[in-house]
């Protein structure tokens, strides 16, 4: 399977290969992908930055961070997701709020990797829930680079409910 062009979903292309890689990854054996740790934490208001990290993969190599600020209400249980593939060299992090639309207001965010270089990564202003779908942010409100997907200053929205990212071991690691 061929991967997009870029890095994130910005048009059909994108979205397909995205979509075939999850099918993927579901239709596996369920040795092939370990199991996915989820941890769940609170996210703050107050317009102070905060920071939640966890590692994966064997020696803990791979590490996912999520930096925010965000205002408004009062904190909210997300969770953070991540596994590995069977060989060790991809892994996911997916940091969202279960119950699909956070109603805090985001002044920034970014959600890092380490030991790892992005091969895809979008941004959602709402979560799938029950019967609805995630909503991604528009193209201009985020960027996703090698390590990291971060809003967009003077263009991001403040909505945010989900991050997801699938990395590939960098190059020194493998």
């Known amino acids: 399977m061929a991967a997009p062009s870029g890095r994130r979903n910005g048009g059909g292309g994108a979205s397909l290969w995205a979509a075939l890689l999850l099918a993927a990854v579901a239709l596996r054996p369920a040795e092939a992908v370990s199991e996915p740790?989820?941890?769940a934490f609170d996210v703050r208001p107050g317009g102070v930055v905060h920071t939640f990290s966890q590692n994966v993969g064997p020696g803990d190599k791979y590490t996912c961070v999520f930096t925010?600020?965000?205002q408004g209400g009062t904190n909210e249980k997300w969770q953070?997701?991540?596994?590995?593939?069977?060989d060790q060299q991809h892994f996911t992090c997916t940091i969202?709020?279960?119950?699909?639309k956070s109603y805090l207001y985001f002044t920034q965010f970014k959600a890092e990797v380490r030991g790892a270089?992005?091969?895809y990564g979008m941004a959602y202003s709402k979560a799938a829930f029950e019967?609805?779908?995630?909503?991604?942010?528009?193209?201009?409100e985020f960027e996703v680079t090698k390590t990291a997907v971060s809003h967009r200053p003077g263009a991001f929205k403040a909505?945010?409910?989900?991050?997801?990212?699938?990395?590939?071991?960098?190059?020194?690691?493998?």
């Open 131 to 140: 019967k609805e779908n995630d909503v991604p942010l528009k193209n201009e």
């Open 80 to 86: 953070m997701s991540l596994g590995t593939s069977e």
């Open 159 to 174: 909505e945010l409910s989900k991050l997801v990212i699938v990395a590939k071991a960098s190059r020194s690691e493998l």
């Open 37 to 39: 740790t989820t941890v």
């Open 68 to 70: 925010y600020a965000s």
């Open 96 to 100: 969202w709020r279960p119950q699909g």
């Open 117 to 119: 270089e992005i091969e």
